[in-house]
């Protein structure tokens, strides 16, 4: 997230899924196919191993949460699926 920037916090569900949402206005995900890899980091300017995100995919991948990540230059969003079941 930006300095001083909203970071917006949503729990709905639907009719399969509970979702919970984390969006921002920060900058692009420039590759978003990558962000959950292990030592992946696109800005190397701030601290960091790039261990947190890949930590967060391992947890969900064990527990069946599906990931969406939607990154433009209005904001990024991951959200989170959580089976109802």
């Known amino acids: 997230t930006k300095e001083l920037g909203t970071i917006i916090i ?3 569900d639907n009719a399969s899924h509970f979702i919970f949402e984390i969006a921002s206005n920060s900058t692009i995900i420039k590759e ?3 962000v959950f890899d292990a030592y992946k980091r696109e800005n190397t300017i701030k601290d960091g191993l790039g261990l947190g995100l890949n930590l967060v995919k391992t947890i969900c991948d064990e527990e069946n949460i599906q990931i969406q990540l939607i990154s433009d230059k209005e904001i ?3 959200k989170y699926y959580f089976p109802r079941s």
Request: proline residues 11%; without cysteine; charged residues 20%.
């Open 10 to 12: 949503s729990i709905y």
């Open 32 to 34: 978003p196919q990558d």
């Open 76 to 78: 990024t969003k991951f």
